[in-house]
């Protein structure tokens, strides 16, 4: 029995954009939870945070002989959702449909108190989210949700370091205090 290690994200966009699309259906594979969990809590839609994500990734193979270097394809697909959702909020007031965490819901070993408890605290966040600007909670979700840097934000959001921390530290303040009972 062999086994084969899985190919990183340069050596699939090379051959991505050398015109393999198996490697490309791995690259959506690879990406599209984290981009759709992006897209859904800045969204607050399901519906339209999958059509940003299918928006994103047939661009990209449509100019995939436009990215620069390979090894920035994470950066460049976190940049063109973040981008298509901020166009979104902006063309509408956001719509809050069916549960948001279904795709990360609370366990279901919790103990019931514990799983209520859980549940109505991301239910608060959620809210809490809501309430941010656009760009506040895409900095704070592509900080603390998806772990970028600062400067991977930036690239993303298109502004400069100072303005990508002073939008992390407004949205964690005004988090802090609605989440304070929950503390």
């Given at each position: 029995?062999?086994?084969?290690?899985?190919?990183?994200?340069?050596?699939?966009?090379?051959?991505?954009?050398?015109?393999?699309?198996?490697?490309?259906?791995?690259?959506?594979?690879?990406?599209?939870?984290?981009?759709?969990?992006?897209?859904?809590?800045?969204?607050?839609?399901?519906?339209?945070?999958?059509?940003?994500?299918?928006?994103?990734?047939?661009?990209?193979?449509?100019?995939?002989?436009?990215?620069?270097?390979?090894?920035?394809?994470?950066?460049?697909?976190?940049?063109?959702?973040a981008n298509r959702c901020l166009?979104?909020?902006?063309?509408?007031?956001?719509?809050?449909?069916?549960?948001?965490?279904?795709?990360?819901?609370?366990?279901?070993?919790?103990?019931?108190?514990?799983?209520?408890?859980v549940s109505a605290q991301l239910?608060?966040?959620?809210?809490?989210?809501?309430?941010?600007?656009?760009?506040?909670?895409?900095?704070?979700?592509?900080?603390?949700?998806?772990?970028?840097?600062?400067?991977?934000?930036?690239?993303?959001?298109?502004?400069?370091?100072?303005?990508?921390?002073?939008?992390?530290?407004?949205?964690?303040?005004?988090?802090?205090?609605?989440?304070?009972?929950?503390?």
């Amino acid at each position: 029995m062999t086994t084969t290690t899985p190919l990183d994200d340069v050596t699939l966009v090379s051959r991505a954009r050398d015109g393999d699309v198996r490697a490309y259906e791995q690259l959506v594979l690879r990406f599209q939870g984290p981009l759709f969990r992006l897209a859904v809590r800045m969204l607050a839609h399901r519906g339209d945070a999958e059509d940003v994500v299918q928006e994103v990734f047939l661009n990209a193979w449509r100019k995939l002989g436009q990215l620069g270097e390979d090894a920035a394809f994470a950066g460049w697909l976190y940049r063109a959702t973040a981008n298509r959702c901020l166009n979104a909020i902006r063309a509408r007031r956001p719509r809050v449909d069916v549960d948001l965490d279904a795709a990360e819901s609370p366990r279901a070993d919790l103990q019931p108190e514990r799983a209520a408890q859980v549940s109505a605290q991301l239910t608060a966040l959620n809210a809490a989210l809501a309430q941010l600007t656009p760009e506040q909670r895409a900095c704070w979700l592509l900080r603390e949700v998806h772990g970028r840097s600062y400067e991977e934000i930036g690239e993303v959001v298109g502004v400069n370091v100072t303005a990508v921390r002073g939008r992390i530290a407004r949205a964690r303040a005004q988090l802090a205090e609605v989440m304070q009972p929950w503390r």
